[in-house]
């Protein structure tokens, strides 16, 4: 006899099918299989109340405040749990109940129907990528005289493209290039001087790599220059709050975008930033700046999420993020991940940045087994051999 572990409906199904279950009986049985426990917060009084008595019906739980059984609180978060037919048969229930708990029954089944149907393909131009099959990586071009790690190294565009056709020969999926250093405390930079650096190495990327060019910027007027000369995607640290045009200039291009969440201008992010609840906080802001992109016109298959690692989070946020990353795919939006020789790595280990490659190997290798479909790194050569051996185990990738 052993325990074992099975996370997804189709986890469950091969189990079934190893033992030679009834294959009509599969589709029953698989999703009894898979126990989910949603966090709600804000729950009020009444529909938490009604929820407890609903859930318990099921043979779930709902766990709330302890003062909710004398009514003296207003509102209450709750740990909804239960195997996926309980929650189905929940929501069924639900539907037609007050208190805003049919409008809570379509979130909870949203979200679960999320969770065993992730996404399957980001498209970028005519690049498409098949999510799931393997881990992508973004290799950093920084085009910077400061950036923290690799700063004054490519501001030569013949050693830049050099650079990103090295990074390409070693497993890059997409060369993500950036002209203003966003570390802890960097000063800002025009939209004019941005475009001077990125101008020249960007017209020469963009005809002689074959992979996608993926611009950092968060300023619009950078983002339709580049755009217009055939980058793919923006990755937005500000993830689309910091111009109002941003959004509006991506769908008009029929560009991607890379959503990230980020506390606080660079400038002043990493002065004791605080959150009551860190992922409630990062997926709020992260959904809501995936309605910004929606409704700009950028399509659903067009956006990553990104938790924003080192963007206003202190050490322990930034390990709480990476151990809890996969509560992100409830979003149902692929995930990419920077950790690359960020100082959380450095504090962690106390080792400077030139000494962080193999904290950052853990780091990327939790990440995917978390789910993680992308990765933002410097070392392309070391980072594929990690992201490849760990594809091997977690997502059976062919070898
Ligand atoms: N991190 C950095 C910059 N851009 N973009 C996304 N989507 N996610 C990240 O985690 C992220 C990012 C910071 O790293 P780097 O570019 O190496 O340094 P600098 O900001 O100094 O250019």
């Known amino acids: 006899m052993r325990v074992i572990t099975l996370q997804t409906r189709a986890q469950a199904k091969e189990e079934l099918t190893r033992i030679g279950a009834d294959p009509a009986g599969i589709e029953l049985m698989a999703p009894k299989m898979i126990h989910r426990v949603l966090k709600l917060e804000g729950v009020p009084l009444k529909a938490a109340l009604l929820l407890k008595q609903e859930a318990l019906a099921v043979g779930g739980e709902a766990a709330v405040r302890q003062e909710v059984a004398n009514l003296s609180v207003e509102k209450t978060d709750v740990l909804l749990a239960g195997t996926v037919r309980q929650l189905e048969i929940l929501c069924d229930k639900l539907r037609w109940q007050p208190f805003g708990l049919a409008d809570l029954a379509a979130r909870i089944k949203e979200a679960l129907q999320k969770l065993d149907r992730p996404p399957s393909v980001f498209r970028c131009g005519w690049h498409q990528f098949s999510l799931g099959e393997r881990t992508f990586l973004l290799g950093i071009l920084n085009v910077t005289p400061d950036s923290f790690s690799d700063g004054g190294k490519y501001l030569d565009p013949e ?42 190495v960007l017209r020469h990327l963009v005809k002689e790599v074959v992979v996608p060019v993926s611009v950092d910027t968060y300023k619009a007027e950078v983002a339709a220059k580049a755009l217009a000369m055939g980058a793919r995607i923006i990755n937005d640290i500000s993830g689309l709050r910091a111009d109002p045009e941003m959004a509006k200039v991506i769908g008009r291009a029929g560009g991607a975008v890379i959503i990230m969440h980020r506390k606080g201008e660079p400038a002043v992010m990493q002065e004791n930033p605080s959150y009551t609840s860190l992922m409630d906080e990062i997926m709020t802001y992260l959904e809501e700046s995936v309605q910004m992109a929606l409704a700009a016109g950028i399509s659903a298959e067009s956006i990553i999420i990104d938790p924003g690692i080192g963007f206003g989070k202190t050490v322990e946020h930034n390990l709480e993020i990476l151990r809890r990353l996969s509560e992100l795919r409830t979003l149902g939006y692929p995930i990419l991940v920077g950790t690359s020789r960020k100082s959380f790595i450095g504090k962690t280990l106390n080792l400077p940045v030139e000494d962080r490659l193999e904290g950052t190997a853990a780091t990327i290798s939790i990440a995917i087994s978390q789910g993680a479909d992308f990765i933002r790194v410097h070392d392309v050569q070391a980072m594929r051999r990690v992201a490849d051996m760990t594809d091997a185990i977690v997502r059976r990738k062919k070898v």
């Open 159 to 200: 050693k830049a493209v050099a650079a990103a056709r090295t990074m390409v020969a070693a497993g890059a999926d997409i060369i993500d290039i950036g002209a203003e250093s966003t570390r802890p405390g960097a000063v800002p930079v025009s939209a004019e001087e941005e475009w001077r650096r990125l101008e020249p």
